[in-house]
């Protein structure tokens, strides 16, 4: 499968990846050395388990079902920042919980969690992992992205439109729709002033 390129030098056309200099100190490797770009009209975001965390590429893969599919038809510049695994990997700084990652553009932050090794639709199970994803996702931005950006005197919030997105292997049609999984999008917007998707994909604009 091709692999997109990596890129060791934090992009100056992306000035949402200068806050995330921020998440330097937590873990082995730092942000300039693991984030990937590309402009490519379709990025398909997974899970890979022989890496250990998030990687992407720009050719629809076999497993597509299991995969975020970021739709860029204006081929603006995201950034793929793979967070749990990779930047954010420090023992005191994972407890919590870490989502899998993140992708970035000039306007905005998606965060992700995969949830796609639910291989058969049990409905306790799904709840009790969309409920764990949500935990995840929510700590990785409050409790590890906000507060070591405020550290650097970066307000995310004031610079980026935010949303979260867990992810289910799309055969299983796990989706909003479902009247206890849009009670907690409710509840997540609510409680927390930004939007939560059980989603396989969105455009960037």
């Not at 942000?31 to 965390?53: I, M, P, Q, T």
């Not at 409905?123 to 931005?141: E, G």
């Not at 055969?171 to 999984?181: F, R």
Request: net charge negative; aromatic share 10%.
């Amino acid at each position: 499968m091709p692999r997109l390129s990596q890129n060791n030098d934090l992009p100056v056309a992306i000035t949402s990846l200068r806050l995330c200099t921020a998440l330097q100190d937590c873990g082995a490797i730092g942000v300039a050395n693991a984030f990937g770009k590309s402009s490519a009209e379709h990025l398909y975001v997974y899970d890979d388990r022989n890496l250990g965390y998030t990687d992407w590429t720009d050719v629809a893969p076999e497993f597509v079902t299991k995969c975020f599919v970021a739709t860029n038809p204006n081929n603006i510049t995201i950034a793929l920042l793979p967070l749990d695994g990779r930047i954010i990997t420090g023992p005191s700084v994972i407890v919590g919980g870490v989502c899998d990652g993140m992708l970035l553009t000039d306007k905005e932050m998606c965060l992700i969690e995969f949830k796609t090794n639910v291989s058969d639709f049990n409905y306790l199970t799904i709840i009790q992992r969309a409920n764990d994803a949500i935990a995840q996702l929510w700590h990785t931005f409050d409790g590890i992205i906000k507060p070591k950006c405020a550290k650097k005197s970066k307000d995310v919030e004031q610079m980026l439109s935010v949303d979260f997105y867990v992810v289910f292997d799309k055969d299983l049609e796990v989706t909003g729709a479902n009247a206890e999984l849009m009670d907690l999008q409710i509840q997540f917007l609510t409680d927390n002033n930004h939007p939560l998707y059980f989603d396989n994909g969105k455009t960037f604009q």
